[in-house]
């Protein structure tokens, strides 16, 4: 099992980015989809996530309105866009696979800062 997170980076405030998560080694149209971060000294948090077949999505306050998570199925990838980046945005962004009753997934994790 695999999940390869890409697209981190040093971006200015006010910028976009867009991480992508490569899945492989399960089956990820079974699989709930989300995205945490953590910055350092601070604890793992959900940032976004996404169902399985409904594609439901659901975001944290702090990147609601300025985030956007999406999937394709056919190329068993997660994305996060996001916009109006902040220097609190700085963090580690893991991508996480799970399902009730199943093994979850974590990602190794993409670095992302937002700094002029």
């Known amino acids: 099992v695999q999940l390869v997170e890409s697209g981190g980076g040093l971006v200015q405030p006010g910028g976009s980015l867009r991480l992508s998560c490569a899945a492989s080694g399960f089956t990820f149209n079974n699989y709930h989809m989300s995205w945490y971060r953590q910055a350092p000294g601070k604890e793992r948090e959900l940032v976004a996530l996404?169902?399985?077949?409904?594609?439901?999505?659901r975001y944290a306050d702090a990147v609601k309105g300025r985030s956007t998570i999406s999937r394709d199925n056919a190329k068993n990838t997660v994305y996060l866009e996001m916009n109006g980046l902040k220097p609190e945005d700085t963090a580690v962004y893991y991508c996480?696979?799970?399902?009730?009753?199943?093994?979850?997934?974590w990602g190794q994790g993409t670095q992302v800062t937002v700094s002029s």
């Open positions: 996404i169902t399985s077949i409904s594609r439901n999505t």
């Open positions: 996480y696979a799970f399902r009730s009753g199943a093994d979850s997934y």
